[in-house]
């Protein structure tokens, strides 16, 4: 078997936060710059760390946009967070045959445990790097590299699952095998990146890993 471990994001990968996403910029362009943006404008930097994002949209109140967002994020997540289909019981297969698992994202912590307790997949994971606590987030290798510190595992055997550039790119400059996934919002833009591979479900990572699971094609 080729790969120990497999790193996961988290939002847009394991669990679809794309509507509490979109649904919480919103709520945060309602209360600080009205009739200026859509959830259209969020599309293309989804996957960037929170407040580069609403720096983007108004470098004036950055600060304040972050907090309302969070404030109304973390309030209304279990109401729009689901499961992408087949990722719990393919994560307990890998579990079942001792792969090495961790969450790496750019969401700060406790944003992450709230997703992962929700689905009851924490207890899989072995290590979790969440923004802030490398030196700089993704595309950069710093959070990877942390992972595999923390976990005690090389680049080599390791492979990252994600549904962004982002990840890729971290992937790629941490000298680690990725896989982009085909339920991202941003497909072309994954695929332009050149994932090592590509997966059509959750349960075509275990055909890579070289359990007997079918591939789509």
């Known amino acids: 078997m080729r790969y120990t471990t497999i790193l996961f994001d988290l939002d847009g990968t394991l669990i679809d936060t794309n509507e509490l996403i979109l649904v919480s910029f919103e709520h945060t362009f309602t209360i600080h710059c009205p009739n200026k943006f859509t959830r259209e404008d969020v599309m293309p930097i989804m996957g960037e760390p929170l407040r580069d994002q609403m720096h983007f949209f108004d470098p004036t109140q950055a600060d304040e ?10 309030k209304e997540h279990d109401r729009y967070v689901e499961q992408f289909p087949n990722v719990f019981s393919c994560l307990e297969k890998l579990h079942q045959n001792g792969i090495t698992m961790g969450v790496v994202s750019n969401k700060r912590r406790v944003a992450v445990e709230q997703g992962l307790e929700r689905f009851g997949i924490n ?3 072995e290590a979790v790097i969440c923004a802030g606590e490398a030196p700089n987030n993704k595309p950069h290798p710093d959070m990877l590299l942390l992972a595999l510190e ?12 994600g549904d962004s550039r982002y990840d890729i790119l971290a992937a790629q400059r941490a000298g680690i095998d990725s896989a982009g996934v085909s339920w991202s919002l941003h497909v072309e833009d994954v695929k332009n990146h050149q994932p090592t591979y590509w997966i059509e479900d959750m349960q075509d990572i275990l055909k890579i890993i070289g359990m007997d699971e079918p591939i789509h094609n």
């Open 65 to 74: 946009m972050v907090a309302t967002y969070r404030l109304f994020n973390e």
């Open 150 to 161: 923390k976990l005690n595992v090389k680049a080599e055997e390791t492979l990252m699952v």
């Open 123 to 125: 207890k899989w994971m």
